[in-house]
């Protein structure tokens, strides 16, 4: 899932996060150095995906689910308990839902957007309170997603056209296609 498409529908919907939303990369340079943005934030990051078989003898057509999650960051620090960041949550997730729920960034490659799939405290400390909102998406590869054998190009058409009555050749032809 193109991460980048979920991090601008959260900066443009989702008004509660005032645009601070960032990827893995800024979240994980957070966790080494405990410099996050302002709170609420939220961090856009890749889960783990989830192949369905594939159904099909001599093709390809399989259901993967593609998973992300929005780890959204709430400040603690004025309740040292985490209470005030725990009650909160359950705000932040409905505008959350409001942004990303039935959104789907693969029209051409899913049939419905995003489902919800659950979420879980990550930390809670005396400063800030992450939860993780877990995202899923159904899309489908199929052959043309794979590797497809070379061709020798089209160059040449023989056309002949034959009176399914008699038999006779009615129009024969020879068409010569030009590459470009």
């Not at 939303?21 to 996050?36: F, N, P």
């Not at 856009?44 to 993967?64: C, K, M, S």
């Not at 409905?94 to 789907?104: H, K």
Request: glycine share 8%; aromatic share 8%.
């Amino acid at each position: 899932m193109n991460l980048d498409l979920v991090i601008m529908q959260l900066r443009r919907y989702c008004p509660d996060l005032g645009g601070r939303v960032a990827g893995a990369a800024d979240y994980q340079k957070g966790l080494s150095t405990q410099v996050w943005m302002a709170a609420p934030a939220a961090y856009v990051i890749p889960l783990e995906e989830e192949a369905a078989p594939n159904p099909d003898l001599n093709g390809l057509q399989q259901i993967v689910t593609e998973r992300i999650g929005i780890v959204v960051q709430y400040d603690s620090s004025a309740d040292r308990r985490g209470q005030d960041a725990v009650s909160n949550l359950d705000e932040m997730r409905l505008a959350i839902f409001r942004a990303v729920l039935n959104w789907n960034p693969h029209p051409d490659r899913a049939a419905r957007g995003l489902f919800y799939m659950g979420g879980q405290t990550l930390d809670l400390d005396r400063a800030r309170l992450f939860y993780q909102l877990e995202f899923g998406q159904e899309v489908t590869i199929t052959d043309l997603d794979g590797w497809q054998p070379p061709e020798a190009p089209l160059t040449e058409i023989d056309i002949t056209a034959t009176d399914a009555s008699t038999g006779d050749t009615m129009v024969q032809s020879h068409v010569s296609l030009s590459q470009s």
